[in-house]
Nanobody, 124 residues
Framework: QVQLVESGGGLVQAGGSLRLSCAASGRTFSSYAMGWFRQAPGKEREIVAAINWSGSSTYYADSVKGRFTISRDNAKNTVYLQMNSLKPEDTAVYYC?????????????????WGQGTQVTVSS
């Protein structure tokens, strides 16, 4: 059974930084791509960033390019999302997810396993 556990969310002022972590277990972590998604109240879940199995390829939503960085440590079975220059519009529940592919996926329906989410709140 694949399990994903996010941590690192919290309340931060605009312009601040947070680092989210997602610890994975239940299968060979290094064989699969990972993604970070977010969902704000009243909005659909959207992709934030994704990374391939090795970490050699990444994807970012236009809204976070240049501010967020996704990375992974396959030795620790963990994927990270470094978030800098946070804005109030980044406020959402952030989820990590994984699916059946080693390559980057950007569509939420392609992901099979999801964490419970961690709240990020950016105050103005």
């Amino acid at each position: 059974q694949v399990q994903l556990v996010e941590s690192g969310g919290g309340l931060v002022q605009a312009g601040g930084s947070l680092r989210l972590s997602c610890a994975a277990s239940g299968r060979t972590f290094s064989s699969y791509a990972m993604g970070w998604f977010r969902q704000a109240p009243g909005k659909e879940r959207e992709i934030v960033a994704a990374i391939n199995w090795s970490g050699s390829s990444t994807y970012y939503a236009d809204s976070v390019k240049g501010r967020f960085t996704i990375s992974r440590d396959n030795a620790k079975n963990t994927v990270y999302l470094q978030m800098n220059s946070l804005k109030p519009e980044d406020t959402a529940v952030y989820y990590c997810a994984t699916g059946r592919s080693m390559y980057i996926m950007v569509v939420p329906t392609l992901y099979d396993y999801w964490g419970q989410g961690t709240q990020v709140t950016v105050s103005s």
